[in-house]
């Protein structure tokens, strides 16, 4: 009798834990690898709703929709309006096209937090043919800076003209102008 019990007790523990692992496979397949494409559509289509927003601001000279956008920390950079001057002024003609050249997520959790940031990466074609490279980190979770959260930073260059520039970390919030390249060299330059 012992070992008839023995043998039940086993063989229910198997069935069970196939009945988990079964339950497991099946949340996933319903519903959770739904939700992960659902919650990468709403990120990416939100990723194409503010770069039409940061294009648009750009093209009609509005600093008030560009800064609608923002995280509080890049609306409060010192130099904020230098930025949006210098998109408003190197933007030449109408945009005709607008392709997306690949996004990059990263993210970070510990002590509880977590953080994740998405860089849209677009390249914009105005009507006189000339091309222009436009940058920026979406921060759409963001508990380790909150004042990160939404478009922190915002890089507008030339593709290949006198406007192009390197691809720089410059580790500061806000919209991107020269002077984060001169404040850059000079915090990196090599001493002989």
């Not at 050249?101 to 043919?129: D, H, L, P, Q």
């Not at 921060?139 to 800076?145: A, L, P, R, T």
């Amino acid at each position: 009798m012992v070992s008839f019990v023995r043998q039940f007790v086993r063989t229910l523990k198997k069935v069970l834990i196939v009945m988990v692992i079964f339950m497991f496979i099946s949340n996933l397949a319903s519903c959770g690898f739904n939700s992960i494409r659902y919650n990468s559509r709403m990120r990416d289509d939100k990723l194409d709703e503010i770069q039409h927003v940061l294009v648009t601001a750009i093209t009609n000279k509005d600093e008030k929709l560009m800064k609608s956008v923002l995280s509080s920390e890049a609306l409060n950079s010192a130099d904020l309006q230098d930025g949006i001057q210098y998109c408003f002024e190197l933007l030449d003609g109408n945009v005709i096209e607008i392709e997306k050249k690949g996004c990059m997520e990263t993210g970070s959790a510990n002590s509880r937090k977590v953080s994740k940031m998405i860089e849209g990466n677009y390249i914009i074609t105005t009507e006189k043919g000339i091309q222009y490279y436009l940058r920026f980190e979406w921060w759409y979770v963001q508990e380790h800076e909150p004042d990160k959260l939404g478009v922190n930073v915002v890089e507008l260059s030339g593709v290949e003209s006198e406007n192009s520039k390197p691809s720089l970390d410059y580790n500061r919030s806000g919209i991107y102008n020269p002077q984060w390249d001169e404040d850059y060299w000079a915090e990196h330059e090599v001493s002989n």
